[in-house]
């Protein structure tokens, strides 16, 4: 007579439980928020063709007491900081599906640092549609994460 115990049985139950969908569309729609961000940062760390000079002219015709190359310096430091929040949310956003310990959490505050970050910017200049989307994407999201299916799911492989 063999008896299985209680991880085992724990075991058994968590394999029932299937991934929701939910977890998938969360982490596309996180992607699809992650992106956008992404692309801003490799483009203001490299600068490639015209967009250092572009940078360079805005910058000598707004006669700025800082050098230009400082200026140029430091914002090819923040779209490198920008790329590697925007890697990072990518990587917990698809952790989350897995799912790992803290993940959904992480991916959570990285959604709400975007979203803040975006309306803030929003705020300043005007509403754009980009903008709009990428937030709209991103609290999406974030809510599909923490949908009770999702945090079934999550509870079980624990």
């Known amino acids: 007579m063999t008896t299985s ?3 085992q049985q724990r075991r058994r139950a968590s394999d029932l439980v299937r991934r929701p969908p939910e977890l998938w569309a969360g982490a596309i729609f996180l992607t699809l928020a992650a992106l956008p961000a992404a692309v801003f940062g490799v483009l ?3 600068q490639p063709g015209n967009i250092s000079t572009n940078l360079r002219s805005k910058i000598d015709s707004a006669n700025s007491t800082i050098s230009t190359d400082v200026l140029l310096n430091i ?3 923040a779209g490198v900081a920008i790329l590697v929040l925007a890697l990072l949310f990518l990587l917990f956003a698809w ?3 897995q799912p790992k310990r ?3 959490s992480i991916t959570a505050a990285l959604a709400a640092v975007e979203v803040v970050l975006l309306v803030g910017a ?3 200049t005007t509403a754009d549609p980009v903008s709009m989307g990428i937030v709209l994407l991103a609290v999406a999201g974030a809510v599909l994460l923490f949908l009770p299916r999702s945090q079934e799911f999550i509870a079980s492989r624990k």
């Open 5 to 7: 115990s209680e991880p």
């Open 44 to 46: 203001l760390a490299v």
């Open 75 to 77: 914002f090819r430091a």
């Open 95 to 97: 952790l989350t599906v």
């Open 102 to 104: 803290g993940a959904r």
């Open 122 to 124: 929003m705020v300043v």
